[in-house]
T-cell receptor, first 115, second 114 residues
Framework: DSGVTQTPKHLITATGQRVTLRCSPR?????VYWYQQSLDQGLQFLIQ???????AKGNILERFSAQQFPDLHSELNLSSLELGDSALYFC??????????????FGPGTRLTVL | DQQVKQNSPSLSVQEGRISILNCDYT??????FLWYKKYPAEGPTFLIS?????DKNEDGRFTVFLNKSAKHLSLHIVPSQPGDSAVYFC?????????????FGKGTKLSVIP
């Protein structure tokens, strides 16, 4: 158990809908990262938040957005869903001490299926 | 454009033998490399890492080798155990960039045969 929790575990929805994925980082971790893993793909970095502020953006679609709340949990919002958005979405957290050996700990993921 | 490549989608090894998983990268800015292991229905778990100032890092049965000139790294598992059967992801990052976002390869599925 990495200490990172993600809810829900599974989500099935229809095209055009909007969903929210939730992540609670490990206690004491300030940084939250979101990754997407599509079929046969490696994990693709989407976005990072550090202590409530956006730190870095990767290949995140404009239909997707995220935020990190004062209690440090994070939500990833996916809107106008398309079939191609079906994927595993992972959240990771780290202390973000500034040391490049800062390890990212991953949650179990949310499997999103868009029908 | 894939910056981190794991060209072998799968690998089968006998229990007790050495498993060697390979990874190539194209971005010369990468200076920190990691290996993650992933079991089905779980998130990736950090295994071992190496900084570009080193060419080898060892942790128990796991050793990572880095060849910067060839932009190649490998993970050696000796001896391999059935519990090592999982998907292994190679990842890389640029330190000092303000974010430690990881760039992952597509993974290699290791099967250790008893």
């Amino acid at each position: 158990d990495s200490g990172v929790t993600q809810t829900p575990k599974h989500l099935i929805t229809a095209t055009g809908q909007r969903v929210t994925l939730r992540c609670s980082p490990r206690s004491g971790d300030l940084s939250v990262y979101w990754y997407q893993q599509s079929l046969d793909q490696g994990l693709q970095f989407l976005i990072q938040y550090y202590n409530g502020e956006e730190r870095a953006k990767g290949n995140i679609l404009e239909r997707f957005s995220a935020q990190q709340f004062p209690d440090l949990h994070s939500e990833l919002n996916l809107s106008s869903l398309e079939l191609g958005d079906s994927a595993l979405y992972f959240c990771a957290s780290s202390v973000a001490s500034g040391d490049f050996s800062d390890t990212q700990y991953f949650g179990p993921g949310t499997r999103l299926t868009v029908l | 454009d894939q910056q981190v490549k794991q060209n072998s989608p799968s690998l089968s090894v006998q229990e007790g033998r050495i498993s060697i998983l390979n990874c190539d990268y194209t971005n010369s800015m990468f200076d920190y490399f990691l290996w993650y292991k992933k079991y089905p229905a779980e998130g990736p778990t950090f295994l071992i890492s190496i900084s570009s100032i080193k060419d080898k890092n060892e942790d128990g049965r796991f050793t990572v080798f880095l060849n910067k000139s060839a932009k190649h790294l490998s993970l050696h598992i000796v001896p391999s155990q059935p519990g090592d059967s999982a998907v292994y992801f190679c990842a890389a990052t640029v330190s000092g960039a303000g974010s430690y976002q990881l760039t992952f390869g597509k993974g290699t599925k290791l099967s250790v045969i008893p």
